[in-house]
């Protein structure tokens, strides 16, 4: 499932967009990491000019196998209560709440993908795509960007994660918020840092654009 850029369908593209606005193809490259738990993630990298370039984490989709699990599982304890109580309200209340929790699931657990898209003369775009569908988006602009770091945390062993710092708009010298990326699929080191280093050259070339004459 391909992400969509920061600017919505159907908008004329801009300076930042040459390759996908005027028929040029994105460079794009995928390549294979792991998750904090050794789980597989495919990361995606397009680059559709030297100052904005869309990285995209996909996850493992939902296992047909672990779906039928759980079902059977909840069908069996409703069978069980049933052959206890003889009441057949609690098989239609399995079915009903079977389909509710996975409809929930769908629509507001299980994340596909993540996206990031950087563009630095406009700023920083998060996309969250669930299996349902919907699509959580998150947008920075790029003078509320003071960095993008990788930053560590111990939860019985040493977690890294990549993070947006934005500055704090009273003192810019200041840092406001600390805002993680990829906590759902969370990648490990080595995935990190080829996003990291891609995202510094963008932030590299927005200062130099910035303080040139």
């Known amino acids: 499932m391909e992400e969509e850029p920061a600017r919505g369908r159907?908008?004329?593209?801009?300076e930042e967009e040459p390759a996908r606005g005027r028929g040029g193809p994105a460079m794009e490259e995928e390549q294979s990491f792991s998750d904090i738990c050794g789980g597989r993630?495919?990361?995606?990298?397009r680059y559709y000019s030297p100052s904005c370039r869309e990285f995209c984490v996909s996850s493992p989709r939902l296992s047909l196998r672990s779906l039928t699990a759980v079902t059977c599982a909840v069908w069996l304890a409703a069978y069980g209560l049933f052959a206890l109580s003889e009441n057949s309200t609690i098989l239609s209340a399995a079915?009903?709440?079977?389909?509710?929790?996975l409809l929930g699931y769908l629509h507001f657990v299980k994340i596909d993908h993540e996206t990031l898209l950087i563009i630095d003369s406009l700023g920083i775009q998060m996309t969250s795509s669930y299996a349902s569908g919907k699509e959580s988006i998150t947008f920075f602009e790029m003078d509320s960007v003071?960095?993008?770091i990788i930053n560590e945390a111990i939860y019985m062993k040493v977690?890294?994660?990549?993070?947006?710092?934005?500055?704090?708009p009273v003192e810019p010298h200041e840092?406001?918020?600390?805002v993680p990326v990829f906590q759902n699929a969370k990648p490990r080191l080595d995935c990190?840092?080829?996003?990291?280093?891609?995202?510094?050259?963008?932030?590299?070339?927005?200062?130099?654009?910035?303080?040139?004459?």
């Open 146 to 148: 003071k960095d993008v």
């Open 159 to 168: 977690i890294y994660y990549l993070c947006i710092l934005l500055k704090d």
């Open 175 to 178: 840092i406001a918020q600390v």
């Open 192 to 213: 990190l840092i080829e996003v990291y280093r891609s995202c510094q050259e963008i932030l590299a070339h927005q200062k130099a654009t910035s303080t040139s004459p």
């Open 41 to 45: 993630l495919a990361l995606q990298r």
């Open 95 to 101: 079915i009903f709440v079977t389909l509710l929790g």
């Open 10 to 14: 159907g908008e004329p593209a801009t």
